[in-house]
């Protein structure tokens, strides 16, 4: 037919030197390569647009508080003696919002019958799980406009994300828990990296 093979591949007549068959397929295949790349670039672009439209949406979708729970508790504990003894009950009122997503925390009125510092107007606690970064660790404080209180309540306390159970110790240490699982870990000066959850109604 007298057509080159280059003529014969691409399907139409050409006026060039005669190419050997080796210069044509390596024409292909380098075309080849640049298609392929030129694809995976367009697909890593639209991942990497998914991506940041995605963190966007839970930034917008964070700010305006769709992962708060509203939190309204009322729960019975045991008062403890530091050796642990059995010495009476209080009432822990809860009322704020809990963060269910990302950075898991509760803010809002934990308010412990038995120190009367925690149940005063304005008074609010934080309360952090995993806090400082270290699972397991849960953390409470408290504040009013802006500045942090000393109100006799230990820092670190066990709490589950319920918050219908938890314990925690009070600077003279008189121990406070809806359970008395909580009382030999309270006791005991090292706070155990765990996340409590005593029984399934919790």
Not at 4 to 28: I, K, Y
Not at 87 to 108: I, K, N, P
Request: with cysteine; net charge negative.
């Amino acid at each position: 037919m007298g057509l080159q093979v280059l003529e014969l591949l691409r399907g139409e007549e050409q006026e060039m030197p005669e190419m050997t068959v080796r210069h044509a397929v390596s024409l292909l295949v380098r075309q080849a390569r640049e298609r392929t790349r030129r694809r995976w670039g367009e697909i890593f672009g639209s991942v990497l647009l998914l991506a940041m439209t995605g963190f966007v949406l839970f930034g917008i979708l964070d700010y305006s508080g769709a992962f708060l729970r509203p939190v309204s508790l009322t729960v019975t504990a045991a008062v403890y003696t530091p050796a642990g003894e059995p010495a009476g009950e209080t009432t822990v009122t809860m009322e704020g919002e809990r963060q269910t997503l990302g950075d898991q925390s509760f803010v809002g009125r934990f308010a412990i019958e038995a120190v009367e510092g925690t149940c005063r107007e304005g008074v609010t606690a934080q309360i952090q799980w995993d806090a400082m970064d270290v699972e397991g660790f849960q953390d409470i404080l408290y504040c009013r406009s802006g500045e942090f209180l000393t109100l006799g309540v230990e820092r670190l306390l066990y709490i589950t994300e319920s918050m219908k159970s938890f314990g925690l110790r009070l600077e003279d240490g008189t121990l406070i828990a809806t359970d008395e699982s909580y009382v030999p870990l309270l006791i005991s000066d090292y706070h155990y990296a765990i996340r409590p959850v005593f029984s399934n109604q919790f």
